[in-house]
């Protein structure tokens, strides 16, 4: 962290702890589990960590407890859920009583790809699901938000999705035709989905300069902000030199840096600093 420039982390499950595809009973053992062994770290930590916790989601109920449990008992800041869960967009209505109980903690939510749509279409190896399957089941899932009108229905809700939210910033000019040409489309979305897009968090772990920026103009300056992987090997290892390379200005430096990540996790700078 100290080599990356990193003064405080947010730690969150690995998406296969998720175990939405388990045996419920144990699916909330196992996050259960997993939430308490972060927690122990957060305390263990200095002051150098913050805690995600994951959820049940394939049981609502359960999940709503365990929601309560992890911020109320753990002192969590958010939770992590993933880009679908069995295969159920998380704009999905079957979902609202879940971000109603979200927004009304004003805890923020974290989504990761998990078991990605598409696997049947990569050629080649198995790791081609984190390179090109992870962004676009993020994509996918960003758009379900937004044509879902997730966001006019709880609009305090703080959401941010990973790998600078996937494909979207690419799918997004198709999406705002789509509105134009297709009446339907128009009229499922009174807003336009590129101000919804703004009203959204992602991080800017996208590996690349010129992508960056073109995140950075898609969803706001004021709402991008670092995304490391680690400890997995497929990573932004200098993350801070990727935007100095992508930008000149020391506000919006400091902004994607450090600014945007507290305000996504409700934190002031005074509370990181001690």
Same mark, same amino acid.
């Given at each position: 962290m100290d080599r990356a420039g990193i003064a405080v982390q947010a730690l969150s499950p690995m998406p296969e702890l998720f175990g939405y595809w388990i045996v419920v009973g144990a699916a909330r053992d196992l996050v259960r589990h997993v939430n308490d062994v972060i927690a122990d770290m957060v305390?263990?930590?200095?002051? *150098?960590?913050?805690?995600?916790?994951?959820?049940? &989601?394939?049981?609502?109920?359960?999940?709503?407890?365990? =929601?309560?449990?992890?911020?109320?008992? =753990?002192?969590f800041r958010g939770v992590e859920i993933g880009s679908n869960i069995n295969g159920v967009p998380i704009g999905d209505p079957r979902f609202h009583p879940f971000f109603a109980e979200v927004e009304r903690l004003g805890v923020a939510v974290f989504v990761h790809a998990v078991r990605p749509a598409g696997m049947d279409r990569l050629v080649g190896p198995a790791p081609l699901q984190q390179v090109l399957a992870y962004p676009s089941d993020v994509g996918f899932a960003v758009a379900s938000v937004i044509t879902g009108g997730l966001? /006019?229905?709880?609009?305090?809700? *703080?959401?941010?999705?990973?790998?600078g939210g996937g494909t979207f910033a690419s799918?997004?000019?198709? =999406?705002?035709?789509?509105r134009q040409v297709f009446a339907a489309i128009g009229d499922s979305m009174p807003a336009r989905p590129s101000e919804v897009a703004r009203k959204?968090?992602?991080?800017?772990?996208?590996?690349?300069?010129? &992508?960056?920026?073109?995140?950075?103009?898609?969803?706001?300056?004021?709402?991008?902000?670092?995304?490391?992987?680690?400890?997995?090997?497929?990573?932004?290892?200098?993350?801070?030199?990727?935007?100095?390379? /992508?930008?000149?200005?020391?506000?919006?430096?400091? /902004? =994607?840096?450090?600014?945007? /990540?507290?305000?996504?996790l409700g934190l002031d700078e005074e509370t990181c600093s001690t």
């Open positions: 305390r263990h930590g200095g002051g *150098r960590f913050v805690g995600f916790g994951g959820l049940p &989601m394939q049981d609502l109920d359960l999940a709503i407890a365990e =929601l309560h449990r992890v911020v109320v008992e =753990l002192g966001l /006019a229905k709880f609009p305090e809700l *703080r959401i941010a999705f990973s790998h799918l997004l000019p198709r =999406l705002e035709q789509g959204l968090y992602v991080d800017g772990l996208v590996f690349d300069r010129d &992508m960056l920026r073109r995140v950075v103009s898609v969803f706001g300056e004021d709402r991008v902000m670092i995304g490391t992987d680690y400890p997995f090997n497929f990573r932004e290892s200098d993350p801070i030199s990727r935007i100095a390379e /992508a930008y000149d200005d020391e506000d919006l430096r400091e /902004a =994607l840096v450090f600014r945007n /990540a507290l305000n996504f």
